[in-house]
């Protein structure tokens, strides 16, 4: 009975001792692990495999003195970039009326670095539907279809609400703060809107008008609203300005504003908000573009237009 009573212990004591061992071997792992990849190694990566890719880019509007249309190849983000950009000079480029069963022949400028037809020849109208065809030296094609947005509707647009308010203390860096609440009535389906306006204010002494040039709306293009059929556009702006006739602003008189209503529709959006967010930012990330081109050419065909109005206040 002693004899086994040993034996056991002398057991159970071997199993304490081979886990303490594991225990031991693996913080031994562990440690060399840590060590090991806490430890600095040269490594030379290859950068991403670049494919050279044509891009079309072009704007159309019934404000520009033609059809302007730019064709170049992508250029690589990795390695050496300081080549100069590659434009395509020898492709065939139309633009078509849909509407109008009408078309014209861009020809390349070298002096723009782009194909164009002045609108005395070829004039883009409004509400007209039109297509870019782009026919390549190797018999690639590639065209998109865009519709130029029609301006007069953009005409409808009334002052709901206003408030101006004026902080004359001196703890005012902006003394001349102001809220508009406006919307349009019939915008066009599918197209975004941004209207952009400065104050009109008048001196009730002299009845002259004043446009308080610093008192403008806000100009990101991410503010701006894209339009659906039968419902209206509501917009809320305010902001703060310091005016150089702040000091008098007191006695004026808020009249309306002066607007300039920009309609385009969604290929120039994803283009403006690109451009916004790029702008001047040296460490700006390569931003992935949309676009309508057909046939895997990169790029779009797009259309805008504006107009200037007078919105009086109610």
């Given at each position: ?19 303490v ?33 044509p ?16 064709i ?58 039109y ?20 301006v ?25 703060s ?109 931003i ?11 790029g779009?065909?797009?259309a ?11």
């Amino acid at each position: 009975m002693k004899v086994e009573l040993i034996n056991k212990t002398m057991k159970n004591q071997s199993i304490k001792w081979g886990k303490v061992e594991t225990s031991v071997v693996f913080f031994i792992a562990l440690m060399f692990a840590i060590f090991i990849s806490g430890c600095e190694v040269d490594a030379t990566v290859a950068p991403p495999a670049f494919e050279k890719k044509p891009i079309v880019m072009s704007y159309i509007s019934t404000k520009d003195s033609g059809v302007r249309v730019r064709i170049a190849y992508t250029q690589p983000y990795y390695g050496k970039i300081d080549a100069p950009i590659e434009y395509v000079k020898d492709a065939d480029v139309w633009v078509v009326d849909i509407t109008d069963r009408d078309s014209s022949k861009l020809t390349y400028k070298l002096d723009e670095e782009s194909y164009w037809v002045d609108s005395s020849k070829y004039k883009i109208q409004s509400k007209h539907e039109y297509r870019l065809n782009v026919l390549f030296k190797d018999g690639k094609i590639t065209q998109a279809v865009c519709k130029v947005p029609d301006v007069n509707r953009a005409t409808n647009w009334q002052i709901v609400d206003w408030a101006l308010n004026i902080d004359t203390s001196s703890m005012a860096w902006a003394p001349y703060s102001w809220r508009i609440s406006m919307q349009c009535n019939n915008p066009e389906s599918g197209f975004y809107y941004q209207p952009l306006f400065d104050l009109i204010v008048e001196d009730p002494a002299t009845s002259g008008l004043y446009s308080l040039l610093e008192a403008r709306s806000w100009d990101d293009p991410s503010q701006s609203l894209l339009a659906t059929e039968g419902v209206i556009l509501p917009v809320v702006a305010r902001g703060r300005t310091y005016d150089p006739r702040s000091v008098d602003v007191i006695k004026y008189q808020f009249k309306g504003i002066a607007l300039t209503n920009w309609v385009y529709d969604k290929y120039f959006q994803y283009q403006y908000l690109a451009q916004y967010s790029d702008e001047s930012n040296p460490f700006a990330e390569p931003i992935l573009l949309h676009g309508n081109m057909s046939n895997e050419v990169l790029g779009f065909f797009s259309a805008y237009d504006f107009n200037e109005i007078m919105v009086m206040a109610p």
